[in-house]
């Protein structure tokens, strides 16, 4: 019978390994045993590899958005007409608030502003139904995008036909017994159906921000919810939305600036800015300084200020957001 060798199995260190069974790459050292340093040119390259790399998207954003913002906030405080390029201080902004069509479309920001919450909801919605497979989730996961890839021209021309005194709208109200309502016509109403028509058309945007949002929440979560028998309503406040609380700030700042800054096409085929200048907006007005009434100074001022409506709006939202957040 063959004697087995009881003895423990010594492996001989060799190169790559340590006494204690580790591998791995061993450091340079010189003929004192320290491991040299880096040398001061590879360091720098080191240091400055990040910034050469981000310098080009940097000189873009300066050439392109930086330098013509610069440009039209100094425009803004120079005249028009006979004294076209002469330094007027704060004339323009004085002028322009006390414009009643000016004023009427700083109330319309504000009405903006509390129908946003409805702009998020609705895409946020649609998109918890497509993700959690409710019934009809196949329909909205087909026609959800449709809208976003009409033009503004062709939205309002059709809403034009559909929201028209006579139109297939109030002809279907007058079957239940509503009376006709002259949507765009009517300075309170008006206002309503144009930003209506204006998130109906753009909601798939925001829902496809969703839907990436949904990609990072952890399943887990939804499974034990259901586990402990939690309603779908519980499931969307405890769950759902504390865990999309950075996607819901990003699409609360990007529809309150498509909002303010892309509904001028809507406005121009549905109202013209009517009825009685009730469905103005800054960017409507800036349109008919600039492009009517050839006051390019003034219109500099009205974007200007509408820059500051958005920078003040955003950063109220992501406090707002991020303190509820917290609270969460």
Same mark, same amino acid.
């Given at each position: 019978?063959?004697?087995?060798?009881?003895?423990?199995?010594?492996?001989?260190?060799?190169?790559?390994?340590?006494?204690?069974?580790?591998?791995?790459?061993r450091e340079r050292r010189d003929d004192t045993g320290t491991v040299p340093r880096p040398s001061s040119r590879a360091w720098r390259s080191e240091r400055l590899a990040p910034y050469v790399l981000v310098a080009p998207a940097l000189l873009i954003i300066v050439a392109l958005r930086l330098w013509p913002l610069l440009l039209g906030v100094n425009f803004s405080f120079t005249?028009?007409?006979?004294?076209?390029?002469?330094? /007027?201080?704060?004339?323009?902004?004085?002028?322009?608030?006390?414009? $009643? *069509? !000016?004023?009427? =479309? &700083?109330?319309?920001v504000g009405l903006l502003v509390l129908l946003l919450p409805v702009a998020v909801a609705i895409p946020g919605l649609l998109a918890t139904f497509i993700y959690l497979r409710v019934p009809g989730h196949r329909v909205f996961r087909s026609v959800y995008f449709f809208p976003a890839v009409l033009s503004p021209v062709i939205v309002g021309a059709i809403f034009n036909l559909m929201l028209a005194f006579d139109g297939p709208l109030n002809t279907a109200l007058a079957t239940v017994g509503i009376?006709?309502?002259?949507?765009?016509?009517?300075?309170? /109403?008006?206002?309503?159906?144009?930003?209506?028509?204006?998130?109906? $058309? *753009? !909601?798939?945007? =925001? &829902?496809?921000?969703?839907?990436?949002?949904?990609a990072t929440l952890d399943p887990a979560l939804l499974d034990a919810a259901r586990v402990d028998g939690a309603s779908l309503p519980q499931i969307i406040w405890h769950v759902i939305i504390p865990g999309l609380t950075r996607t819901i700030q990003f699409v609360f700042v990007t529809t309150m600036i498509g909002m303010l800054t892309s509904m001028f096409g809507l406005l121009y085929v549905m109202t013209s800015g009517g009825p009685e200048g009730s469905t103005y907006l800054p960017e409507?007005?800036?349109?008919?300084?600039?492009?009517?009434?050839?006051?390019p100074a003034l219109a500099s001022a009205a974007s200007t200020v509408l820059f500051l409506i958005m920078l003040v709006v955003g950063l109220m939202q992501i406090s707002v957001l991020r303190r509820a957040g917290r609270e969460d």
């Open positions: 019978m063959p004697i087995r060798d009881s003895s423990p199995l010594v492996r001989p260190v060799g190169p790559g390994r340590t006494g204690g069974g580790e591998t791995g790459p005249g028009d007409g006979e004294r076209n390029g002469m330094m /007027v201080g704060l004339d323009n902004y004085l002028e322009m608030f006390q414009d $009643a *069509t !000016f004023q009427s =479309a &700083l109330r319309n009376g006709p309502v002259d949507w765009l016509g009517d300075p309170d /109403v008006a206002m309503f159906a144009v930003v209506g028509v204006h998130i109906w $058309a *753009t !909601f798939g945007m =925001a &829902l496809v921000v969703f839907l990436a949002g949904f409507y007005y800036v349109w008919i300084q600039q492009g009517q009434m050839n006051r």
